[in-house]
């Protein structure tokens, strides 16, 4: 069925230091691709989404990409903080249905002060 | 509150019992989903509700699991004859916008079910 993988799985980087999470989607109907962060006992909560007619967006520093033709799509976070800790999700849209959303398998990122 | 809430936080079954999960989307909020989180994975997707109808419930996994919207807001997530395979964090997402439109979806908590 459709998918979407994630990679890598995990991520320990220095503070100050940035991440990148990267990934790749099957369906090609999909048009809407959030990204969420999940601390340890919580709900995801969403950082930032990249809509299908758009190539980037940035929101302080917090940055997705999207390769529509290669169908893949990119976090990037600068100058992490220990507060970045978390595990992050990407996720499309099944079938091109908003709010059916398929979730990679996430990344549990690691900032060391 | 402001957020979605979700009860009980915590549920420990005997196999073979039925349970119910409550959530309360944020009010006001149309549309309501329910996914399903097993440990150490990404959320996978149940089923959705606009106002009281289940416009979605491709994602149930049998016909055990039941959910219902009855008067538009708040829903329950029924599991008859719980089995082991069905331990994970049930979480319920709501928004304000229903479908064709893109809208972010606010998660609540979620319902750990342990299945003895």
């Known amino acids: 069925g459709e998918n979407v993988e994630q990679h890598p799985s995990t991520l320990s980087v220095q503070e100050g230091d940035s991440a990148v999470i990267k990934c790749t989607y099957s369906d090609s109907a999909s048009n809407y691709f959030p990204w969420y962060k999940q601390e340890l006992g919580k709900g995801p909560q969403l950082i930032i989404d990249?809509?299908?007619?758009?190539g980037e967006k940035k929101d302080q520093r917090i940055a997705v990409t999207l390769n529509k033709t290669a169908k893949h799509f990119s976090l990037h976070i600068t100058e992490t903080q220990p507060e970045d800790s978390a595990v992050y999700f990407c996720?499309?849209?099944?079938?091109?249905?908003?709010?059916?959303?398929?979730f990679g398998a996430g990344t549990q990122v690691v900032v060391t002060p | 509150g402001a957020g979605v809430s979700q009860s009980p936080r915590y549920k420990v079954a005997k196999r073979g019992q039925d349970v119910a999960l409550r959530c309360d989307p944020i009010?006001?909020?149309?549309?309501l989903f329910w996914y399903q989180q097993a440990l150490g994975q990404g959320p996978e997707f149940l089923t959705y509700?606009?106002?009281?109808?289940?416009?979605?419930k491709s994602g149930l996994p049998s016909d055990r699991f039941f959910a219902e919207r009855p008067e538009g807001s708040v829903s329950t997530l029924k599991i008859q004859r719980t089995q082991q395979e069905d331990s994970a964090v049930y979480l319920c997402?709501?928004?304000?916008?229903?479908?064709?439109?893109?809208?972010?979806?606010?998660f609540g908590e979620g319902s750990r079910l342990t299945v003895l």
């Open positions: 509700f606009q106002n009281e109808a289940q416009l979605d």
């Open positions: 990249i809509r299908s007619n758009v």
């Open positions: 997402a709501s928004s304000s916008t229903g479908t064709a439109n893109t809208g972010e979806l606010f």
């Open positions: 009010s006001g909020h149309v549309s």
């Open positions: 996720a499309a849209t099944q079938g091109g249905s908003w709010g059916k959303l398929q």
